[in-house]
């Protein structure tokens, strides 16, 4: 028997928010609205730009009556024993329930962007990494995985994927992201949301919007792209995220656009987001973006103000820490210059948000507690750390082997050089726990076991001799990369942005005296965030591999991929420029982007997106089509048969690109719109069938119109963005259409391999 409607559980999760919104007063409204972090105070460096001068003391026993919105990294700010951390906020949240009377616990979230940001969890390859797998059904079994093991402590919300389109490979947060093509963004960040949801935990779409396209790469800068840009460029991932993923979070970013902060856009978070696309969950804050609204765009005088400038925009939570939604919006709102309509808007998707996650239930606490873990808990099990390895093995990617040393034969005299050789911290990105908050605690193991490259090439090369000198050595190994970190600890992560292109920590020079001082063939491995300009040395080098923060099992995969147990399937999520000054195009250019004419500056990559090398041969037979001739509300089906003509097995990446010959308005030469992963036998073949519709050749004519267009385009199958291996001639007949959110935004793929 239920006293009230909002402990019905058999109710729709709307009326119970609803009926229990109606009975709160403001003050447990506004506690909703507001989270706290415990720890955060504690000495040291910021884990977030100016977290001390912006975090105030909270008052637990002040608050705590009133209820409390959300609890932040409880696992992820410290060293913690994972079930006494489990013990701990399962504590906690009954000292929260029972302390406001209504009982309702608060949302615990977590970073989750390499694995669960937990002491002694999984540490996974950094997103970028991810695209470079081109395999979103795996990356989709990994988040499933991050996300059980969140659940499993008590963990509600994860603040991840970063779905940022790449524009400037100097910005820090490169590695945080996927890639610099949309398409391979939207894909594989909606199959991270969709396996993180399936376990139960809210995933959280970041940075929205335009974050990624900072002017020179900087963290915090200004965004000035236009709207083309955005609709076509920036906005397709968080769409797709939505529509197909399921994501019930998005966390606006910290950047304006234009001189407008997305935390005070009404129009980018309330009318698209809401009233275009649909989306009926939470908005949360990025760590201290409201406040930001008054420190750093100036655009409000008082907390207050920059408290009321979001809520209106359509921020529903203020995280990590409440200063704006807490006193002075009570004041702003008991004074009438804020409505109380809008507390209202965000506490009710709030509280409908917990109905969805079991907090409003009558049974929560017994349930809490009757999960409570006796014994040990393990974020880290075989099983995991399995998934760990497959992902690192998928994501390396075989630049090159033009002298053909790769495989590094067993018997040899390896030399393994340079200052990532034996170093753990080659794996780690700057959202891993021991680059995160780990450094904070030199005292404390790392947690988890990680493997170096020169250990993983013991093991996997029993037989050969490994020095650490190349006199004497048939081959060397020279291992160069980033030292992730934070606002400037590092060269690579969050706040962590490159002047140029150029090989960081003097490590240029380093191989320069390297291979002007051996005439043995050297192999470059790199253990970077984003890429690096490596034209200097194209002739020179003798392989190169490329691993973006490979993640706890980084170093045996790789090891794998030099000693020939792996056979590389990895391709270039971003391409590799020739020449450290070749930015920031991206494969993405118009016409007047590429080398022309009219400028002696060749921005040609070295390496372009999507290209990678493998151990066997590929021969790829002549593509056929349907009706060359297709509606422009209609489809066909592409058709290409993949052979393996070498002696090993091996996956072939077959990419779909589209090429719009002449449209209303300039657009890049090629772009991605489907690709399948095709693992095949020795002398096995495959058709791979892409199913493309008209919607996938749309694009937006002007602000607020995406068209699809009758005329001529070209579908190009292909291993990479600019090798080509067949052109199909399609023509859109009929009308020209407008289309919106319902548009079709996959190409469906299907690998048939004939039963022998």
């Known amino acids: 028997m239920h006293h009230h409607p909002w402990q019905d559980t058999s109710r729709p999760a709307e009326e119970r928010a609803a009926d229990l919104l109606s009975r709160m007063s403001l003050e447990e409204k506004l506690a909703q609205l507001s989270s706290i972090w415990p720890g955060s105070e504690a000495e040291g460096e910021d884990v977030a730009p100016f977290q001390h001068e912006v975090s105030e003391t909270v008052d637990l026993d002040g608050l705590l009556p009133h209820g409390l919105g959300q609890l932040t990294r409880p696992f992820g700010t410290a060293p913690v024993e994972p079930a006494e951390g489990a013990r701990a906020l399962a504590a906690f949240q009954e000292k929260v329930a029972a302390a406001n009377r209504f009982g309702i616990p608060a949302l615990a979230h977590e970073e989750c962007l390499t694995g669960f940001t937990a002491w002694q ?17 795996l990356v989709r079994e990994m988040a499933a995985g991050i996300g059980a093991s969140m659940r499993s402590v008590g963990i509600h919300q994860g603040l991840s994927p970063v779905l940022d389109v790449v524009r400037d490979p100097r910005w820090g947060r490169t590695e945080e992201s996927i890639g610099e093509d949309p398409y391979l963004v939207s894909t594989v ?26 002017r020179g790469g900087r963290n915090h800068a200004p965004v000035s792209i236009g709207p083309r840009e955005l609709a076509d460029v920036i906005l397709p991932p968080f769409e797709m995220a939505l529509r197909e993923g399921g994501a019930r979070s998005v966390m606006h970013a910290y950047n304006d656009l234009d001189g407008v902060p997305a935390a005070a856009s009404p129009e ?15 908005v949360v804050a990025d760590y201290f973006g409201i406040s930001f609204l008054e420190r750093n765009h100036r655009v409000a005088d008082s907390p207050a103000r920059a408290g009321a400038l979001a809520l209106k925009a359509g921020v529903d939570v203020e995280l990590p820490s409440v200063r704006c939604y807490g006193e002075p919006m009570l004041k702003a709102v008991r004074s009438g210059e804020v409505p109380e309509e809008l507390v209202d808007r965000a506490v009710l998707r709030v509280l409908r948000q917990k109905c969805e996650l079991g907090l409003l239930d009558p049974d929560w606490s017994q349930t809490a507690s009757s999960a409570l873990p006796e014994g040990e808990v393990d974020l880290d099990p075989p099983a995991m750390r399995a998934l760990a390895r497959k992902v690192a093995e998928e994501s390396v990617v075989l630049l090159d082997n033009a002298r053909g040393v790769l495989p590094l034969d067993p018997a040899a005299r390896v030399a393994v050089v340079g200052p990532y050789a034996n170093e753990q911290s080659a794996m780690l990105g700057c959202y ?6 780990g450094v904070e605690h030199p005292d404390k193991p790392l947690g988890v076991e990680i493997p170096t490259l020169l250990e993983a090439l013991g093991t996997g090369l029993p037989g050969a001799a490994l020095t650490d000198s190349p006199d004497g050595a048939d081959v060397v190994v020279a291992v160069l990369g980033d030292r992730s970190g934070l606002f400037g600890r590092g060269t690579s992560g969050e706040g962590c942005d490159a002047e140029d292109l150029t090989l960081p920590d003097g490590q240029a020079e380093f191989l320069d005296e390297l291979l002007e001082s051996t005439d043995k063939p050297v192999v470059l491995v790199l253990f970077t965030g984003r890429p690096y300009a490596l034209g200097r040395w194209a002739d020179r080098l003798a392989a190169v591999v490329q691993a973006f923060f490979p993640g706890e099992e980084g170093g045996p995969a790789v090891a794998g991929v030099l000693t020939g147990r792996v056979n590389p399937s990895g391709r270039l999520p971003v391409s590799v420029p020739r020449g450290n000054g070749g930015q920031p195009w991206t494969y993405l250019a118009p016409p007047l982007g590429l080398k022309g004419a009219a400028s002696n500056l060749d921005p040609t990559p070295l390496y372009p997106f999507g290209h990678g090398l493998s151990y066997t041969t590929f021969a790829w037979e002549p593509a056929a089509a349907g009706d060359g001739n297709i509606p422009t509300d209609g489809g066909t089906e ?11 097995a091996g996956t072939e990446v077959v990419q779909l690109y589209l090429h719009d010959p002449v449209a209303r308005t300039v657009q890049p030469v090629s772009r991605l719109v489907g690709y399948a992963r095709v693992p095949l036998e020795p002398g096995q073949a495959a058709e791979v069938v892409f199913d493309f519709h008209a919607d996938l050749a749309s694009y937006t004519a002007r602000p607020g119109q995406r068209i699809v267009e009758p005329g001529a385009v070209e579908l190009h199958l292909a291993a990479s963005s600019s090798d080509v291996r067949h052109t199909v001639p399609l023509t859109l007949t009929g009308p020209e259409r407008t289309v919106g959110h319902d548009r079709r935004m996959v190409c469906g793929t299907q690998v048939r391999v004939p039963q022998s």
């Open 189 to 214: 960040a909606t199959a991270y949301v969709a396996g993180l949801e399936s376990s139960g935990v809210v995933a959280t779409l970041k940075h929205f919007a335009g974050y990624s396209a900072s």
């Open 638 to 648: 592409v058709r290409v048969t993949v052979r393996n003509t070498g002696e090993r």
């Open 432 to 437: 891993t726990f021991p680059r995160h908050v």
């Open 121 to 137: 969890a999984t540490i996974f390859p950094t997103p970028l990494a991810w695209g470079a797998t081109f395999d979103p059904a």
């Open 268 to 282: 980018l978070l309330t009318e698209l987001l809401r009233e275009q696309w649909g989306f009926t969950g939470t």
